[in-house]
């Protein structure tokens, strides 16, 4: 009994051990078995994520060029391409290898393959090891073109004739229209006057033009590279292009004459401004009989340094002549006429308007010149034609505004308005040149005393209001230029005055900018009888956008 | 009763066997799993971030520079931590995986991009970044259906400094700006009392007692060490000298008189120690008639003497009538081109003359050949930029008491744009005396800093074009006119480029 009972217990113990041991290793496999399962699952994500790497890695876009497809890979690896899917035009789905449609296999990062078929719809792109990308178009959001980098906007004066000024700038036809004399078409012109006002006489196109050799006297020259010469040449930088010249020449009464055709012609009445387009020939300043500059569409014709490209004061006072041979497209006579001639009693801004580039900078000027024949103090008149006994005094009777549309144009709006819900402001940078004819410069404050404006710089909104955002009057700006040069190497009537104007551009209707130039006199007695030249060469515009 | 016994035993022993069991499991359990399950407890928090990361990228076109920089902007839950760039060669040839731990090859700004913000990669103008790699491995590159370039956003307008700021320390520096660099020995200035080359020497002490006309003094603004340079005479004055002991103890005691009588110009350059003047320009003898006199004692990295013992016209460098240094303490180093010695003058009268012991002293100078900046630093290129601001900041001072009564309106800076493949301007604006003598008192001595704009057109040509800048007195003497001499500095130099807009 013993025995057996000894005999019991010890099966019990065994029997114990094998149920401890099944428990346990039962649930230690559960536990091994689910980490098992954990990696399993982990190891699935791990591929996953391998998988969608590799496809992040290669982004195929379809840049369309015309005769055929260009994919390019944006992606930062080379993507070797196997299959290509197609659905071609009958809507058939086509699985083709890569090279029968395309140029290579492997499209390098940022590179291209060019792929001949065009006809059809490009799927996708399979690799070999299975991955399939699909190409997209790029689809070009308005809100990532972000119209932000600083962008300087040039208004030039790059019109090819002065008929031109009207679509351009918007300017008032009746402002530049030509003054012809009563009788002889019907003309409605208006702006400016004068003691003798410029009429239209006669006028001539694609002629030659030649004077006497010795040349003639005149009052004031402009010589400027011809604004359709500038534009081409900044078209077409790489040729060399002749220069051709525009010129206007204000000559007082003199009894000497010119050739304009074959036919002869004089300076009667009281003088005449001639206007010169599109010259091309040669053109001398004569000094007692020395030719001191000279300019000429022929190279080995000029045999002096100095160019005739500028502006020459007061030749007949300082005994100076110019002296021209060539040929013109336009060639126009204004005589200097009593107001009485003119069916309106006035004439226009356009004999006293020139367009050229008077520095041979590359960038067109545009002058306004009421100066003919003479200086003088304040005890006379300041353009008093001495030799005839005559005053030439001009003056404005409306100001001639110039609309900058330019720079609409280029911030988008056709009609060249600036939005002011889009453009808070602009920052305008401009280059200004003055002279005048009040002598001496120390004393043109005693002579010109009434201070009135040159120059304004304007916004004009949509029902036609001017807002003046800044205005030259004649006391500021005479104080940059000298009068009266002998010196014509080193001395200089005048340099360029640059200026900075910020415009604040209000909301939230549409602006043109715009700039306005008039004489504002007319003589009171010997004083307030400025004759001068004002000219703009470039405005650079920085717009400033809304926030 | 036993068999009671033995199953009550049993059971306890069956119960124990469980416990223990149950336990050992447990333990041996617990002990596994913390071998095993650190990277299964890990796991969930990685695909939340790997999952919460999203970031889109555009190209950048930096139209400063020109290059192109990648933005990185974070459109995902979860903050993300850029550890790697890719990048490929302009050429497209190489390619790089660039770890941003050690290199300078690309910059990340900022690195760790919260959600909603946006970070960019910049790289050496040699490489594109094309695709970032964050620290959980995940790998962006450019999203083809915002593949457009997007231009940069600035904030203000980005204007390149061409010269400003601590460009130059001494005028030695100023050969890498100046062309032709040899104008600086030779060829830049008429002179009616041309100057020897009395002394140079560097790395010196310097004691002296200096009779002055005109004293100029200018900081540097990195080491406050001082730029000095003092003009004066010594005709029948024997107690000027400079004396100088180098580093190997020589000492040169010179007596200016014996030298230098009509004038000298003394450069000293980096000097420590005492001196009895101020910052900026003095005009001693304009301002009260009378020379002042300088003491100075201390160390100086270099001494240059210049001096006049006879009247005689003669051509020089412009190194005597160069300086260097801010003389207004706003820490932009000024260059200064002074013409001016000793007196002011008008219509009738000779500018810069004086009358000492009987005998007349004329000091009028002008420039045969301008004095011309090019800055080669910041090409523009044609193709590139259609138009252009150039910024400048400038002083004008010169000594014609009835202004344009005195001088013609001759050209005195010219500033635009430069071809050194012709050697012109292929646009320049000019200021002129009759504008810029608007800016001064000639006595008492006082200048105004004149700021300008100049803009300018730029053609459209596939050539680098350089801001270039002149400066001339261009007034010697004819009788008693055009003798105007000048002191003009420029401080700062900038420009904003435009972008030329194809349509």
């Given at each position: 009994m013993?025995?057996?009972?000894?005999?019991?217990?010890?099966?019990?113990v065994i029997?114990?051990?094998l149920?401890?041991?099944?428990?346990?290793?039962a649930?230690?496999?559960?536990?091994?078995g689910?980490?098992?399962?954990?990696n399993l699952?982990?190891?699935a994500?791990?591929?996953?994520?391998?998988?969608?790497?590799?496809?992040?890695?290669g982004?195929i876009?379809?840049?369309r060029?015309?005769?055929?497809?260009?994919?390019?890979?944006?992606?930062?690896?080379d993507?070797?391409?196997?299959?290509?899917?197609?659905?071609?035009?009958?809507?058939?789905?086509?699985?083709?290898?890569?090279?029968?449609l395309?140029?290579?296999?492997?499209?390098?990062?940022?590179?291209?393959?060019?792929?001949?078929?065009?006809?059809?719809?490009?799927?996708?792109?399979?690799l070999?090891d299975?991955?399939?990308?699909?190409?997209?178009?790029?689809l070009?959001?308005?809100?990532?073109?972000?119209?932000?980098s600083?962008?300087?906007?040039?208004?030039k004066?790059?019109?090819?004739?002065?008929?031109d000024l009207?679509?351009?700038?918007?300017?008032?036809?009746?402002?530049i229209?030509?003054?012809?004399?009563t009788g002889?078409?019907?003309s409605?012109y208006?702006?400016?006057?004068?003691?003798?006002?410029?009429?239209?006489?006669?006028?001539?196109?694609?002629?030659?033009?030649v004077?006497p050799?010795?040349?003639?006297?005149f009052?004031?020259?402009?010589v400027?590279?011809?604004?359709?010469w500038v534009?081409q040449?900044?078209?077409?930088?790489?040729?060399?292009?002749?220069?051709?010249?525009?010129?206007?020449l204000?000559?007082?009464?003199?009894?000497?004459?010119?050739?304009?055709?074959?036919?002869?012609?004089?300076?009667?009445?009281?003088g005449?401004?001639?206007?010169?387009?599109?010259?091309?020939g040669?053109?001398?300043?004569?000094?007692n009989?020395?030719?001191i500059?000279?300019?000429?569409?022929?190279?080995?014709?000029?045999?002096?340094?100095?160019?005739?490209?500028?502006?020459?004061?007061?030749?007949?006072?300082?005994?100076?002549?110019?002296q021209?041979?060539g040929?013109?497209?336009?060639?126009?006579n204004?005589?200097?006429?009593?107001p009485?001639?003119?069916p309106?009693?006035?004439?226009s801004?356009?004999p006293y308007l020139f367009?050229?580039?008077?520095?041979?900078?590359?960038?067109?000027?545009?002058?306004?010149?009421?100066?003919d024949v003479?200086?003088g103090?304040?005890?006379?008149v300041?353009?008093?034609?001495t030799?005839n006994?005559?005053?030439?005094?001009d003056w404005?009777?409306?100001?001639l505004v110039l609309?900058?549309t330019?720079?609409?144009?280029?911030?988008?709006?056709?009609?060249?308005s600036?939005?002011?819900r889009?453009?808070?402001?602009?920052i305008?940078?401009?280059?200004v040149?003055?002279?005048?004819?009040?002598?001496?410069?120390?004393n043109q404050?005693?002579d010109?005393?009434?201070?009135?404006?040159?120059l304004r710089i304007?916004?004009?909104?949509?029902?036609?209001?001017?807002?003046?955002?800044?205005?030259?009057?004649?006391q500021?700006?005479?104080?940059?230029?000298?009068?009266?040069?002998?010196d014509f190497?080193?001395?200089n009537?005048?340099?360029?005055?640059?200026?900075?104007?910020?415009?604040n551009?209000?909301?939230?209707r549409?602006?043109?900018?715009?700039?306005?130039?008039?004489d504002?006199y007319?003589?009171?007695?010997?004083?307030?009888?400025?004759?001068?030249?004002?000219?703009?060469?470039?405005?650079?515009?920085?717009?400033?956008?809304?926030? | 009763?036993?068999?009671?016994?033995?199953?009550?035993?049993?059971?306890?022993?069956i119960?124990?066997?469980?416990s223990?069991?149950?336990?050992?499991?447990?333990v041996?359990?617990l002990?596994?799993?913390?071998?095993?399950?650190?990277?299964?407890?890990?796991?969930?928090?990685?695909?939340?971030?790997?999952?919460?990361?999203e970031?889109?990228?555009?190209?950048?076109?930096?139209?400063?520079?020109g290059?192109?920089?990648?933005?990185?902007?974070?459109?995902?839950?979860?903050?993300?931590?850029?550890?790697?760039?890719v990048v490929?060669?302009?050429?497209?040839?190489?390619?790089?995986?660039?770890s941003?731990?050690n290199?300078?090859?690309c910059?990340?700004?900022?690195?760790?991009?919260?959600?909603?913000?946006?970070s960019?990669?910049?790289c050496?103008p040699?490489?594109?970044?094309?695709?970032?790699?964050?620290?959980?491995?995940?790998?962006?590159?450019?999203?083809?259906?915002?593949?457009s370039?997007?231009?940069?956003?600035?904030?203000?307008?980005?204007?390149?400094?061409?010269?400003?700021?601590?460009?130059?320390?001494?005028?030695?520096?100023?050969?890498?700006?100046i062309?032709?660099?040899?104008?600086?020995?030779?060829?830049g200035?008429?002179?009616?009392?041309?100057f020897?080359?009395?002394?140079?020497k560097?790395?010196?002490?310097i004691?002296?007692?200096?009779?002055?006309?005109?004293?100029?003094?200018?900081?540097?603004?990195?080491?406050?060490?001082?730029?000095?340079?003092?003009?004066?005479?010594?005709?029948?004055?024997?107690?000027?000298?400079?004396?100088?002991?180098?580093?190997?103890?020589?000492?040169?005691n010179?007596?200016?008189?014996?030298?230098?009588?009509?004038r000298?110009?003394?450069?000293?350059?980096?000097?420590?120690?005492?001196?009895?003047?101020s910052?900026g320009?003095?005009p001693?003898?304009?301002?009260?008639g009378?020379?002042?006199?300088?003491?100075?004692?201390?160390?100086?990295?270099?001494?240059?003497?210049?001096?006049?013992?006879?009247n005689?016209?003669?051509?020089?460098?412009?190194d005597p009538y160069?300086?260097?240094?801010?003389?207004?303490?706003?820490?932009?180093?000024?260059?200064?081109?002074?013409?001016?010695?000793?007196?002011t003058?008008?219509?009738?009268?000779?500018?810069?003359?004086i009358?000492?012991?009987?005998?007349?002293?004329?000091?009028?100078?002008t420039?045969i050949n301008p004095l011309?900046?090019?800055?080669?630093?910041q090409?523009i290129?044609?193709?590139?930029?259609?138009?252009?601001v150039?910024?400048?900041r400038?002083?004008?001072?010169?000594?014609?008491e009835?202004?344009?009564?005195?001088?013609?309106?001759?050209i005195?800076?010219?500033a635009g744009?430069y071809?050194?493949?012709?050697?012109?301007?292929?646009?320049?604006?000019?200021?002129?005396?009759y504008?810029?003598?608007?800016?001064?008192?000639?006595?008492?001595?006082s200048?105004s800093?004149?700021?300008?704009?100049?803009?300018?057109?730029?053609?459209?040509?596939?050539?680098?074009?350089?801001?270039?800048?002149?400066?001339i007195?261009?007034?010697?003497?004819?009788?008693?006119v055009?003798?105007?001499?000048?002191?003009?500095?420029i401080?700062?130099v900038?420009?904003?480029?435009?972008?030329r807009?194809?349509?």
């Amino acid at each position: 009994m013993n025995h057996r009972k000894k005999l019991n217990a010890i099966s019990s113990v065994i029997l114990t051990f094998l149920i401890l041991m099944t428990v346990v290793i039962a649930i230690m496999g559960v536990m091994v078995g689910i980490n098992s399962l954990v990696n399993l699952y982990s190891s699935a994500l791990d591929e996953s994520m391998r998988h969608l790497s590799q496809y992040r890695m290669g982004q195929i876009i379809i840049n369309r060029t015309g005769d055929y497809i260009l994919f390019t890979n944006i992606g930062p690896s080379d993507i070797v391409v196997d299959k290509v899917v197609i659905r071609t035009i009958t809507g058939d789905i086509e699985v083709k290898d890569v090279t029968t449609l395309c140029d290579h296999r492997v499209i390098p990062s940022m590179g291209n393959i060019r792929c001949s078929f065009t006809r059809g719809e490009y799927i996708a792109f399979i690799l070999p090891d299975g991955v399939v990308l699909y190409p997209e178009e790029p689809l070009i959001r308005a809100q990532h073109l972000v119209f932000n980098s600083t962008r300087i906007i040039l208004s030039k004066f790059d019109v090819g004739t002065m008929g031109d000024l009207q679509a351009r700038f918007n300017v008032t036809p009746e402002l530049i229209a030509k003054p012809y004399p009563t009788g002889r078409a019907v003309s409605n012109y208006t702006g400016m006057n004068s003691t003798f006002i410029p009429i239209l006489q006669w006028e001539f196109n694609n002629t030659s033009i030649v004077t006497p050799s010795t040349g003639i006297p005149f009052g004031i020259v402009v010589v400027g590279l011809d604004p359709s010469w500038v534009v081409q040449r900044a078209q077409n930088p790489q040729l060399e292009l002749p220069p051709r010249f525009s010129i206007l020449l204000a000559v007082p009464r003199i009894n000497e004459t010119i050739q304009i055709s074959g036919q002869t012609y004089g300076f009667p009445s009281n003088g005449a401004r001639l206007v010169i387009n599109n010259f091309t020939g040669t053109i001398r300043i004569i000094a007692n009989n020395t030719v001191i500059a000279c300019s000429s569409s022929m190279q080995g014709i000029c045999n002096v340094n100095k160019s005739a490209i500028g502006l020459w004061y007061y030749g007949l006072r300082l005994g100076m002549r110019i002296q021209l041979n060539g040929t013109a497209s336009y060639i126009g006579n204004y005589t200097r006429s009593s107001p009485s001639s003119s069916p309106t009693r006035s004439t226009s801004y356009l004999p006293y308007l020139f367009i050229g580039d008077i520095d041979s900078n590359g960038s067109n000027d545009l002058l306004f010149i009421t100066e003919d024949v003479n200086y003088g103090t304040n005890d006379a008149v300041n353009d008093r034609d001495t030799w005839n006994s005559i005053d030439i005094v001009d003056w404005s009777t409306r100001p001639l505004v110039l609309r900058l549309t330019q720079i609409g144009v280029e911030l988008g709006s056709p009609d060249g308005s600036i939005d002011g819900r889009v453009i808070g402001g602009l920052i305008l940078f401009i280059n200004v040149i003055f002279h005048d004819n009040s002598f001496p410069d120390d004393n043109q404050l005693n002579d010109i005393q009434r201070t009135d404006w040159v120059l304004r710089i304007l916004l004009i909104d949509e029902n036609g209001n001017e807002i003046l955002i800044r205005e030259y009057r004649y006391q500021e700006i005479c104080l940059y230029h000298k009068t009266l040069v002998v010196d014509f190497d080193r001395d200089n009537y005048f340099t360029k005055i640059s200026q900075s104007i910020f415009v604040n551009i209000p909301e939230p209707r549409r602006y043109w900018l715009a700039m306005s130039i008039q004489d504002p006199y007319r003589a009171e007695g010997n004083t307030n009888d400025a004759d001068f030249t004002i000219g703009i060469e470039l405005i650079g515009v920085l717009p400033i956008q809304r926030y | 009763m036993c068999r009671r016994r033995f199953m009550k035993a049993s059971s306890e022993a069956i119960a124990i066997v469980i416990s223990v069991a149950i336990l050992i499991t447990v333990v041996s359990y617990l002990v596994y799993a913390l071998s095993l399950l650190t990277p299964g407890y890990d796991l969930p928090g990685r695909i939340t971030s790997y999952v919460g990361e999203e970031l889109v990228l555009v190209m950048l076109n930096e139209t400063a520079t020109g290059g192109m920089s990648l933005g990185l902007k974070n459109v995902g839950s979860a903050v993300v931590n850029i550890t790697h760039v890719v990048v490929i060669d302009r050429d497209g040839l190489g390619r790089y995986i660039v770890s941003l731990e050690n290199t300078t090859v690309c910059v990340v700004q900022p690195r760790t991009i919260l959600p909603g913000r946006m970070s960019t990669i910049s790289c050496l103008p040699r490489y594109m970044p094309i695709g970032a790699v964050s620290n959980n491995g995940r790998i962006y590159t450019l999203d083809a259906r915002i593949y457009s370039i997007q231009l940069r956003t600035f904030v203000g307008i980005p204007m390149s400094k061409i010269y400003g700021g601590v460009m130059v320390e001494s005028t030695s520096d100023l050969i890498g700006l100046i062309d032709p660099p040899h104008i600086l020995r030779s060829g830049g200035v008429n002179t009616s009392l041309g100057f020897n080359y009395v002394y140079e020497k560097y790395n010196v002490t310097i004691r002296g007692n200096i009779n002055a006309s005109l004293v100029i003094t200018g900081r540097n603004p990195v080491n406050s060490k001082l730029n000095i340079m003092i003009i004066g005479f010594s005709r029948g004055d024997t107690r000027s000298f400079v004396e100088i002991r180098d580093q190997n103890n020589r000492l040169d005691n010179i007596t200016l008189s014996s030298v230098a009588p009509n004038r000298y110009r003394i450069k000293i350059e980096n000097f420590i120690g005492t001196v009895n003047t101020s910052l900026g320009i003095i005009p001693c003898l304009v301002n009260n008639g009378t020379t002042c006199r300088i003491f100075i004692n201390g160390t100086a990295d270099r001494v240059v003497i210049y001096g006049s013992s006879i009247n005689a016209t003669r051509e020089e460098g412009l190194d005597p009538y160069l300086f260097v240094g801010d003389i207004d303490s706003n820490d932009n180093t000024e260059i200064l081109f002074i013409t001016q010695d000793f007196t002011t003058g008008n219509r009738s009268s000779i500018n810069d003359q004086i009358l000492v012991g009987g005998a007349l002293t004329r000091a009028v100078d002008t420039n045969i050949n301008p004095l011309r900046f090019i800055f080669s630093g910041q090409p523009i290129n044609g193709k590139k930029y259609s138009a252009a601001v150039l910024s400048v900041r400038l002083l004008f001072w010169d000594n014609s008491e009835d202004d344009i009564s005195n001088n013609d309106n001759r050209i005195i800076v010219r500033a635009g744009l430069y071809d050194n493949t012709t050697g012109s301007f292929i646009y320049a604006t000019y200021l002129g005396y009759y504008e810029l003598n608007r800016y001064r008192s000639v006595r008492p001595f006082s200048i105004s800093y004149i700021v300008r704009d100049f803009v300018i057109n730029i053609p459209p040509v596939d050539k680098d074009f350089y801001v270039g800048l002149e400066i001339i007195d261009p007034f010697l003497l004819e009788d008693t006119v055009n003798d105007a001499d000048i002191i003009i500095g420029i401080e700062y130099v900038g420009i904003v480029l435009s972008s030329r807009w194809e349509q």
